[in-house]
């Protein structure tokens, strides 16, 4: 079954030059798929455009069987796909790390007794007990970059968008990371430079050049 | 930097429930900020007083604070005396000393010392988010609440920003001086972060509402008035009340 399906789409920050022209992907239900691509060939705003915070000028996406044009359609994708931002001071603003965490769940309308237990859930899938309230701003790069992918683990989605999860990391917590990945069940995709973690983490990666994807052997 | 050097501590008042100290700071500054009497005044500084001693905060920060807003008062004193007033008191050579004048300073000066000190020992003595919580509870609207809190988070980030910024701009041998360049220096580092801080909230924002954001906050841990916050929220109450009794008389 196709999860997410993009047909022709073209999409461009300005009107003379297009990021992408005829960009055409799938990704199939239990596929772990790794983009790579130099600066500025289009892999953060592939993932954007899947969640809808971008909208394409042509083309149709579908997801979940279903084409998705209005905010509403996407509403209903972001409950069920989740993006880890590559910046995490973009993505945390919360004043804890556990308030964090409960913001996805809470916005999904969980209930507050399930909410403590999935807050110290996905904090021990990330090896960061005890971090409950911690300050966010204050945490070390690497521990923000954990943080970051426990606000979408919490939400429990069925596909990750993971935007760069290993640049300005360390060798351990890299190797945390990758951990944390490889332990995902779900279909990912995850944009990066970072050939060997794609290597490590994903069954087929494309090349993202000249808005075209094309797979390319690991 | 941004910090929130009263909020650490473990007093009784560290622990009362920010929205009684909202409640109770908002009420005492509005009878003091109004009050014209010289008594009313000088029995409410009691009150910022007993808190510092109940609250234990740092001395030398408190007064290291005061010190900054009184820089501010200063320029009242070189004005207000010779300004305002019909009774002429003194002459300072060819100037003439009001004797409203210089009542009207004191004035100034101790009010806005009370009410900073009870600033500092009833808001600051808590997390900023935490008092932020508490005005949710409180129904301030919604828009206030996100910009106070947004404005305290990003700060943070914003001085990071521009602390980075002007290291670079250092070490590529820049050294401010009185001249058109180094304006321009300084005009293109606040544009920078005019942008960047726009970009920032942008992705800020799209981060969120890849979260499911619909336009409010929902509020993780709630908070519990126990006895000692009535307590406390009463007696302060029957003070306020003699304060305000005492100055509309």
Redesign the interface.
Same mark, same amino acid.
């Given at each position: 079954m196709n999860i997410i399906e993009f047909k022709d789409i073209a999409f461009g920050y300005s009107d003379d030059k297009n990021v992408f022209k005829r960009l055409n992907f799938v990704l199939k239900e239990g596929e772990k798929v790794g983009i790579i691509g130099p600066n500025g060939s289009g892999k953060t705003t592939l993932l954007?455009l899947i969640?809808g915070?971008l909208k394409p000028f042509k083309g149709e996406i579908k997801i979940f069987d279903k084409v998705r044009k209005s905010e509403k359609d996407f509403?209903e994708v972001?409950?069920k796909i @989740?993006?880890v931002?590559q !910046?995490p001071?973009?993505?945390l603003?919360s004043?804890?790390v556990?308030?964090d965490i409960?913001? @996805?769940p809470? !916005?999904?309308g969980k209930p507050r007794e399930e909410?403590y237990k999935i807050i110290k859930d996905t904090l021990a899938a990330l090896g960061l007990q005890g971090f409950e309230n911690r300050i966010t701003?204050r945490l070390s790069e690497g521990e923000k970059k954990l943080v970051a992918i426990g606000?979408?683990l919490s939400?429990q989605p069925q596909v990750f968008l993971l935007d760069e999860p290993t640049t300005d990391l360390d060798e351990r917590n890299r190797e945390r990371i990758i951990d944390i990945i490889k332990g995902l069940s779900t279909s990912y995709i995850i944009a990066s430079h970072d050939m060997d973690l794609l290597k490590k983490t994903t069954n087929t990666v494309y090349r993202l050049k000249d808005s075209g994807l094309n797979p390319i052997s690991i | 930097m941004v910090k929130e050097k009263f909020s650490e501590g473990n007093s009784s008042i560290h622990k009362l429930d920010p929205r009684v100290k909202i409640i109770t700071f908002f009420l005492f500054s509005m009878v003091v900020a109004t009050s014209y009497k010289f008594p009313v005044i000088f029995i409410s500084f009691l009150y910022p007083l007993s808190l510092i001693l109940v609250s234990k905060v740092n001395l030398k920060e408190v007064l290291k604070s005061l010190l900054i807003v009184n820089a501010f008062i200063l320029f009242l004193w070189i004005f207000l005396p010779f300004a305002r007033g019909a009774v002429p008191w003194f002459n300072l050579g060819p100037l003439t000393v009001f004797k409203d004048g210089i009542e009207y300073a004191t004035l100034i000066t101790l009010k806005s010392n009370i009410i900073i000190l009870s600033m500092i020992t009833l808001i600051a003595t808590s997390?900023?988010?935490s008092i932020v919580h508490a005005l949710h509870h409180l129904h301030v609207p919604d828009k206030l609440i996100h910009l106070t809190f947004?404005t305290f988070?990003y700060a943070?980030?914003l001085y990071k920003e521009c602390k980075k910024l002007t290291n670079a701009m250092k070490l590529r041998g820049f050294s401010p001086g009185t001249n058109i360049r180094t304006y321009r220096s300084y005009a293109y580092l606040i544009g920078n972060l005019i942008l960047r801080s726009f970009d920032?909230a942008e992705? *800020?924002y799209?981060?969120? *509402?890849?979260?499911?954001?619909?336009g409010t906050?929902?509020l993780?841990?709630h908070f519990k008035m126990g006895e000692k916050d009535r307590v406390f929220l009463v007696l302060s109450l029957i003070y306020i009340c003699f304060l305000a009794i005492g100055s509309w008389r």
């Open positions: 954007h969640v915070i509403k972001r409950k @989740g993006l931002f !910046n001071d973009d993505q603003f004043p804890t556990a308030e409960a913001f @996805g809470l !916005n999904l909410i701003y606000t979408i939400m | 997390s900023v988010f947004f988070r943070h980030v920032r992705m *800020v799209k981060a969120m *509402v890849c979260r499911g954001f619909r906050f929902p993780l841990y």
